[in-house]
């Protein structure tokens, strides 16, 4: 690995020691949860992508790696040293299982003064689905007619849009919108995160949308990021759609048209019967985050208690469900 102690330059005031490493999708968990033991911000997530529209927009390609990255104050060279070293030693014996691609530990160093424009260009404008379009807040999109645009600050957990789970789910509510289901809804999203689910609900017609989650970081994000769409509290020029709250199931509110969960697997098992209860009866539950290993688990979970699979969508080793309410 290319790791080792940072160049003399680490020590200038205002700089940061950048660790990347590039990564199979399926491996990004893992990575950035061994960057993320040294670098207390946390890690960003740049997916692999081919460009289209001429350079001005991406598209997420799943069979290219990912790129994780995460920063550490560059002014002790001795500790980052030893960040480096640390994370260096953790991803060799990741590599020695040998159960995805996973690249080798790079680093260089990132001046402050650069940083407000340097970190922005890991983040292209990328569409998912037919209409769904994932903008960060300084890109421009040269809008199609029937574009559905969710601005978005990678500062606020944009990496929820980046994953497949994320992807399939947004596709699937695109899906269940172009049959007339959500125009008019009322929707839970389950575990919201950034809010990126339920804003694109939001815009693709809901009249009203509850997120939940036990993370109050991530109700801070589904509000900025709602509020930033125009589809959240104190929103103008539209009516304000979006609510979130801390909390999880059961919601307390009366059954929904559309839930939306994008869990894991052995959540939605254990779940089954509370989704089921916040969906009216006819209503849709959208569930993605499910490993194709456990997609017959939760299939059985969600037939126990009534609700019936009815599509089922895919990308690489992940699957989505939609299921009715019988």
Not at 47 to 56: I, Q, R
Not at 79 to 104: D, K, N, T, Y
Not at 124 to 150: C, E, F
Request: hydrophobic residues 45%; negative net charge.
């Amino acid at each position: 690995m290319s790791g080792g102690a940072a160049p003399a330059e680490a020590a200038t005031p205002g700089a940061w020691l950048e660790l990347s490493v590039a990564a199979d999708i399926e491996a990004v968990e893992a990575v950035s949860e061994i960057l993320g033991r040294v670098a207390p911000g946390g890690t960003s997530v740049e997916p692999g992508f081919e460009l289209t529209d001429e350079g001005l927009g991406a598209r997420v390609d799943a069979t290219k790696p990912a790129i994780v990255r995460a920063y550490i104050p560059a002014r002790d060279e001795r500790a980052s040293a030893r960040a480096v070293a640390v994370a260096s030693e953790a991803l060799g014996h990741l590599q020695a299982f040998g159960l995805r691609p996973i690249g080798e530990l790079t680093t260089r160093i990132v001046h402050e003064a650069d940083w407000a424009e340097a970190w922005k260009a890991h983040f292209p404008v990328l569409r998912v689905g037919r209409r769904l379009v994932i903008r960060p807040t300084w890109r421009r999109h040269r809008r199609q007619p029937d574009d559905v645009v969710l601005a978005l600050d990678p500062g606020m957990a944009f990496g929820t849009g980046l994953h497949p789970t994320t992807r399939l789910c947004l596709a699937g509510v695109e899906t269940i919108a172009d049959r007339g289901l959500i125009d008019g809804a009322r929707v839970l999203d389950v575990g919201c995160g950034s809010g990126i689910l339920a804003i694109a609900a939001a815009k693709l017609g809901a009249s009203e949308i509850l997120g939940v989650d036990t993370d109050p970081i991530a109700i801070e994000a589904t509000d900025a990021n709602a509020a930033r769409n125009r589809v959240g509290g104190g929103s103008r020029g539209r009516r304000s759609v979006v609510r979130a709250r801390v909390g999880s199931l059961p919601s307390g509110e009366p059954p929904f048209d559309v839930v939306l969960a994008n869990l894991i697997a052995g959540l939605l098992v254990t779940l089954a019967e509370q989704l089921r209860d916040e969906v009216r009866p006819g209503g849709v539950l959208l569930a993605s985050g499910i490993f194709i290993d456990r997609e017959p688990d939760v299939r059985s979970a969600f037939e126990s208690v009534g609700l019936e699979v009815r599509d089922r969508s895919a990308e690489g080793e992940w699957v989505a469900l939609e299921a009715v309410r019988r």
